[in-house]
């Protein structure tokens, strides 16, 4: 069983940043898959960027060169810094182990 706990959403203005966190309560984060996805009102969950089965990166192509995802294994966390923010990726954000454990979302709302 692994528990996730997301954290970083807020309100930031077109062009800011945030940076994401999600806890793990597994000391193995060396976890892949692992991830982010989104959910805007009245849209489907979308990938916004994982750690693959290979341990490589993968992003939606509208997050490209704006997010990155990271992790640091002693922290049991993975983070996902966004740039250059914009409407459009205002959403519930998750995160997700093995697409089986799913944290509660935080919320990121982007003004124009």
């Known amino acids: 069983q692994v528990q996730l706990v997301e954290s970083g959403g807020g309100l930031v203005q077109a062009g800011g940043s945030l940076r994401l966190s999600c806890a793990a309560s597994t000391s193995n984060l060396n976890i892949n898959p692992m991830g982010w996805y989104r959910q805007a009102p009245g849209k489907q969950r979308e990938l916004v960027a994982t750690?693959?089965?290979?341990?490589?990166?993968n992003y939606a192509d509208s997050v490209k060169g704006r997010f990155t995802i990271s992790r640091d294994n002693a922290k049991n966390t993975v983070y996902l810094q966004m740039n250059s923010l914009k409407p459009e990726d205002t959403a519930v954000y998750y995160c997700h182990a093995m697409f089986i454990y799913w944290g509660q979302g935080t919320q990121v709302t982007v003004s124009s």
């Open positions: 750690f693959t089965s290979a341990g490589s990166t």
